[in-house]
């Protein structure tokens, strides 16, 4: 009785688990060719993402509405992978 009721449990867990729809996107935006190695939400509900452009350090800020509203794109080749921020200004340090 007991392997039955974990057999069932298990079952149930792996298709409970399998959804075909992406419920948990809100909304998704491509710059280009590059990674993010840093993302999260900024005060004002937006969205703040560091890493690579094309090889170069990159940091944007963007409205959550998808709309950027603030661009870095290094003139040199590198990564941004950490940030600090507040309502004031934004931080950023990486590698060259």
Do not use: H
């Not at 149930?12 to 590059?34: A, H, N, P, V």
Request: a negative charge.
């Amino acid at each position: 009785m007991r392997r039955l009721f974990v057999s069932s449990l298990i079952l149930l867990l792996i298709f409970s688990c399998r959804k075909e729809t992406d419920d948990f996107l809100i909304w998704q935006k491509s710059l280009g060719t590059g990674n993010a190695f840093y993302i999260a939400s900024s005060p004002d509900a937006g969205v703040i993402s560091a890493g690579t452009l094309n090889n170069k350090a990159y940091l944007g800020k963007f409205k959550n509405n998808t709309e950027t509203e603030m661009e870095y794109i290094s003139e040199s080749d590198g990564l941004f992978s950490s940030v600090w921020y507040n309502d004031s200004f934004i931080i950023a340090a990486g590698s060259s």
